[in-house]
């Protein structure tokens, strides 16, 4: 009997390919594409001390599944002296005293979003999402089998307006709303900022229509302009706010790791439904002694220079190259230009033409749950050089005003 393999493909696998970008045919030469963080960032002597410190000081503790003086506790939670150092940090910075089971480790964000929407999410159950957003959580939900609805964005972020007709023509439907997902600071792509005020009628939605919020704020400490906005986790008081957190995006990628942080009964859920055995003692234990020593705060405040700096070399290179053509917010945070094309421009022929040229960054339609007609790229400054932005953003103009309809 001869069978073909994807025939015997689950459901779930068998509704599409991963999510991954695939390497282009012509080399990046202006690689715009991943929001990674910046290479000069990476705190390298740091790292590769505290590595030696603490294989050399705590022996084969560091390779275990588990620091045996904490027990089995560890192969849900991860390391439980990083979890104290984090709860401290958000007590200290959020005023949330959550508490080392308030915390649970990760193979970065991407994983504890993946373990929120199984903790939280059945077939059918409806979640709300903002209408452009982070693509490997809405695919976590497809997975899932849940109902996604999105949410217009606006300057000020997800319109939280909308929900109420949304809530009430769900419940028409005979479903109700389970978990909302958003990124309220520097909004994965559009780089908005949810108003003060529309945190507030979140929380207070949550609370009258049970339902638990996600908020992704793994960008929140990249701010390099603006006053900081109380997170919806500072706000809350209700326990229904898991507050997602990642050294992947603050430190360096490679690390893959992240937290998730809410009322430990909330986070009762994420560890019910884990399926590895925790995260790595040893990267754990490097990153609690790099939060020991004092390190990464002063760390934060070199890597918000960084991102600045080359935010406002690609700012000034798309109002010099690619005006009238674009529209754009100007960052205060983050790693990301978004930027709408004017419709003038023949934007499937400009997108070939930049391929041909090296020219990659990650075309809007790939964040958005359905097509609006309108043109959007998000453009990635982080991880090049200042050269390259302006380089590549030049070319890019060139490009829009050849391929623009007079």
């Keep these: 009997m001869s069978v073909e393999i994807e025939s015997l493909y689950s459901a779930v696998a068998g509704d599409g390919p991963p999510l991954f970008f695939p390497n282009p045919e012509i080399p990046a030469t202006f690689n715009f594409d991943q929001g990674l963080a910046a290479p000069e960032s990476f705190p390298k002597e740091d790292l590769i001390r505290l590595t030696r410190l603490v294989l050399e000081r705590d022996g084969p503790d560091v390779l275990d599944y588990f620091d045996p003086a904490t027990g089995y506790e560890e192969l849900v939670f991860g390391y439980r002296q990083l979890r104290i150092r984090l709860a401290d940090r958000i007590k200290k910075m959020q005023g949330r005293d959550l508490g080392p089971m308030g915390i649970i480790l990760t193979s970065g964000s991407v994983q504890g979003i993946a373990m929120a929407v199984n903790g939280y999410v059945n077939p059918g159950d409806v979640v709300l999402v903002e209408a452009s957003s982070f693509p490997y ?74 339902f638990v919020i996600i908020e992704d704020e793994v960008y929140g400490d990249l701010r390099f302009a603006g006053e900081d906005l109380p997170t919806l986790l500072s706000l809350d008081d209700s326990g229904l706010v898991i507050q997602c957190g990642s050294f992947s995006k603050i430190v360096a990628p490679g690390l893959r790791l992240g937290w998730m942080a809410g009322d430990p009964r909330a986070i009762g859920a994420l560890a019910a439904v884990r399926q590895d055995l925790g995260v790595g003692q040893w990267l754990a234990r490097v990153m609690n002694e790099y939060m020991k020593e004092g390190l990464l705060e002063p760390h934060l405040v070199r890597a918000r220079a960084i991102y600045k700096s080359k935010a406002m070399t690609a700012v000034k290179a798309m109002r010099k190259h690619c005006a009238p053509y674009v529209k754009f917010r100007e960052p205060r945070g983050s790693f990301y230009l978004w930027v709408e094309i004017d419709n003038r421009v023949d934007w499937e022929r400009a997108a070939r033409l930049a391929e041909r040229e090296g020219i990659f960054f990650r075309p809007g339609e790939r964040f958005m749950g359905e097509p609006n007609g309108r043109q959007f790229l998000r453009l990635a400054y982080s991880h090049v050089s200042e050269q390259v932005v302006a380089d590549g953003i030049a070319k890019l103009g060139g490009i829009l005003r050849a391929c623009a309809r007079n």
């Excluded at 849940?146 to 949304?166: L, T």
């Excluded at 809530?167 to 997902?181: D, H, N, P, T, W």
Aim: charged share 20%.
């Design 137 to 210: 959580a809405l695919r976590y939900m497809g997975m899932a089998g849940a109902d996604v609805r999105s949410v217009p964005v606006d300057h000020d972020g997800m319109e939280v307006e909308a929900i109420p007709a949304m809530l009430a023509a769900i419940a028409a439907e005979g479903k109700r709303v389970k978990l909302v997902y958003t990124i309220p600071t520097f909004q994965t792509p559009t780089n908005t900022e949810m108003s003060v005020s529309r945190r507030h009628q979140l929380l207070d939605l949550a609370k009258s229509n049970g």
